[in-house]
């Protein structure tokens, strides 16, 4: 069984920035993609950023240029570096583990931008 749990999620002002983390527990492999994704209040979750063997990565366009996914097989964790915020960026952040035959979610945390 794989586990993941996030942290770092608050209250920023528009511009600042926030570092999330996620933690991966269980059977895992550094071959498998990872992710982070987000819900907004209202809407559909989607992906805000994968990255697979700590080296390819990928980021909704949304997101691009100022948000940094990080790897560290090691001490198997994956990262989100959010600079710049802006209040769309505003929702619930999951950290996603793709299995060889299910995803794996963390239970999220929030992310509040204010303007």
């Known amino acids: 069984q794989v586990q993941l749990v996030e942290s770092g999620g608050g209250l920023v002002q528009a511009g600042g920035s926030l570092r999330l983390s996620c933690v991966v527990s269980g059977r895992t492999s550094s071959r498998n993609p990872m992710g982070w994704y987000r819900q907004a209040p209202g809407k559909q979750r989607e992906l805000v950023a994968s990255?697979?063997?700590?080296?390819?990565?990928n980021y909704a366009d949304s997101v691009k240029g100022r948000f940094t996914i990080s790897r560290d097989n090691a001490k198997n964790t994956v990262d989100l570096q959010m600079n710049s915020l802006k209040p769309e960026d505003t929702g619930v952040y999951y950290c996603?583990?793709?299995?060889?035959?299910?995803?794996?979610w963390g239970k999220g945390t929030l992310v509040t931008v204010s303007s």
């Open positions: 990255i697979i063997s700590g080296i390819s990565t």
């Open positions: 996603n583990y793709r299995g060889y035959n299910m995803d794996y």
